[in-house]
């Protein structure tokens, strides 16, 4: 009876276990995140060939802000300097130019239909995303 509770128990971690592992190794690179989205624009949106070569090409470039941002990010943190209010004005005035600007080049791209559509998927993925930051500082 007790070598049996010993291997339930010894079963329940190594299942665990395995699922922490699996876990960990399932990140994404930045271009597979992008091909995986960009995938997913294709089905939902119907985006014909040209109009994917040119979505590809503004993920590609939204992706290589992103790590260039992230890695200057990161730079500052290890050197233990902090941003000042005029630095992160400036950076919210960037970014939100960016974000017009990409808004700008999809309305080019897309159909009226499939920009409004794209819209919404980005509305609910922020409503998502927001529920998911809420979920983990509960948990912290």
């Known amino acids: 009876m007790k070598s049996l509770k010993t291997l339930i128990i010894a079963l329940a971690c190594g299942i665990g276990m395995s699922g922490l592992a ?32 040119a979505v590809g090409k503004i993920l590609a470039d939204k992706s290589a802000k992103a790590q260039d941002f992230k890695s200057k990010r990161e730079a500052q943190k290890d050197s233990g300097q902090k941003m000042t209010m005029q630095e ?3 950076l919210k005035s960037k970014l939100k130019a960016e974000k017009a600007d990409t808004e700008n080049q999809m309305k080019a791209i897309l159909s009226a239909d499939q920009y409004t559509k794209w819209q919404v998927m980005r509305a609910e993925n922020k409503e998502k995303f927001k529920e998911k930051r809420a979920e983990q500082k509960e948990q912290m």
């Open 22 to 53: 699996q876990e960990t190794t399932s990140k994404k690179t930045p271009e597979q995140r992008q091909e995986k989205y960009l995938a997913h624009l294709t089905k939902e949106l119907s985006l014909d060939a040209k109009q994917q070569e």
């Open 88 to 90: 992160k004005q400036a």
